[in-house]
């Protein structure tokens, strides 16, 4: 791929590739580049496990990694993102992964036709988030071996979520049944379209896979933030022990992260048997990986792949 910046762009096969070269490098596949390859990544929004994901993916790929802090770069004196990234390319970066807090920011840099570096999305705003995506699909993929038939809840904070958009679209591309869990007022007709909500203690005990998502109380507005009851929340949406134990033997919790403990998640239960949270992390590396291994197929940039 050239860029790879949204769910919407990859197809069936396209999703499974992406999978199956994530399992190779997890495996131990190796490249070999052509010349030395530069990667940058400029997180304009916070990120813990996205952004040193990446930067450990183009390490293992052995590409050079450019050092980006917002904080302290020309953001401050009001240049653009897009003058940022034409920066990143005109001293010789190859590849950039990128997460901004607006949607679909990657549109207006893909069109201009000054930018020719490889992008990866990183996340944008409550729009995509590709990577996050696929990497929960290797999950799913590594515990059933499919997705056809499989029941799968999103449950929480739908509305800002670009995990549960990304997901939701793919999970039904790949002929799994997607239900959707938590407040009612987050379950809009853009969900809707993709699966009906039920209650959480009925989601418990039919689905194969609980996937939670953490309340973004930085994309709520302030008004329902003070209302907002932490132990409320958990009692009536949240995976507590009891509704654990009535999950199916071969059913498994996940969970993007950051967590917040004690309100998607009873404390003890993310790190519990059921729980892929970590796994979903160590196989981001991999995806990661793939994605970057794409755009260097792309620019011709692999002298040997094994
Ligand atoms: N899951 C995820 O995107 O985490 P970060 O915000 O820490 O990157």
Known sequence: FENVVSMEDLSTDDVLSFIHEAQDF?????????????????????????????EMAERKLGLQVVNFDPANSSLSKGESMSDTVKTFQAIGVDLVAIRDKKNEYYKDLIADPNIHLGIANGGDGSGQHPSQSLLDMMTIYEEFGHFEGLKVAIVGDLT??????????????LGAHVYFGGPKKWYTKEFAKYGEWMPIDDLVEEMDVMMFLRVQHERIADDENGSFSAEKYHEQYGLTAERESRMPQQSIIMHPAPVNRGVEIADELVECDKSRIFQQMHNGVFVRMAIMTSMLRNRGLIKEEY
């Open 26 to 54: 997890k495996a131990g596949k190796q490249i070999e580049l052509k010349r030395p390859v530069y990667a940058a990544n400029l997180f304009f929004e916070g990120s813990t496990r996205t952004h040193t994901s990446f």
């Open 160 to 173: 800002h979520s670009r995990v549960a958009r990304s997901n939701m679209e793919v999970l039904t591309m």
